[in-house]
Nanobody
C-alpha cells in the first residue's frame, strides 16, 4: 500500500502563488508515476500535472506555463508550484500515485487540500 499526505493549500489572491507538497510512504518503490488532480464543486476530477519516476512531466493545457511539478526522491515528496493563480484554479487538489498491478494500474490518493483563489 501507498499512503499520501498533501499539504500547502490555502487562500491566495489572483496572481499569487502556492506550493503544494505530497509526502509518500509505504511501498514507495512500486510507484511508476505521481501527479496532482483537482476537483471543483460540481465538476469532474481532472489531471493537473504528472511526473514519472524517470522525470517526464505532463500538464493540463489550462495550467501549462504557470504550474511546475517536481519531486525530491530522497524525501519521497512531490511538489506542485502554482504561479499566476486564477479564480478558476479554485478546487480541492489531490495527490495521486500509480502502481502497476496484474493487468491494471492501481491508483492511490491523498486526502486532498483546498486551494482557493479569490480577491
Amino acid at each position: 500500500q501507498v499512503q499520501l499526505v498533501e499539504s500547502g493549500g490555502g487562500l491566495v489572491q489572483p496572481g499569487g502563488s502556492l506550493r503544494l507538497s505530497c509526502a509518500a510512504s509505504g511501498s514507495i518503490f512500486s510507484i511508476n508515476a505521481m501527479g496532482w488532480y483537482r476537483q471543483a464543486p460540481e465538476k469532474e476530477r481532472e489531471l493537473v500535472a504528472a511526473i514519472t519516476m524517470g522525470g517526464s512531466t505532463n500538464y493540463a493545457d489550462s495550467v501549462k506555463g504557470r504550474f511546475t511539478i517536481s519531486r525530491h526522491d530522497a524525501k519521497n515528496t512531490v511538489y506542485l508550484q502554482m504561479n499566476s493563480l486564477k479564480p478558476e484554479d479554485t478546487a480541492v487538489y489531490y495527490c495521486n500515485a500509480k502502481v502497476p498491478g496484474l493487468g491494471m494500474t492501481h491508483d492511490f490518493w491523498g486526502q486532498g487540500t483546498q486551494v482557493t483563489v479569490s480577491s
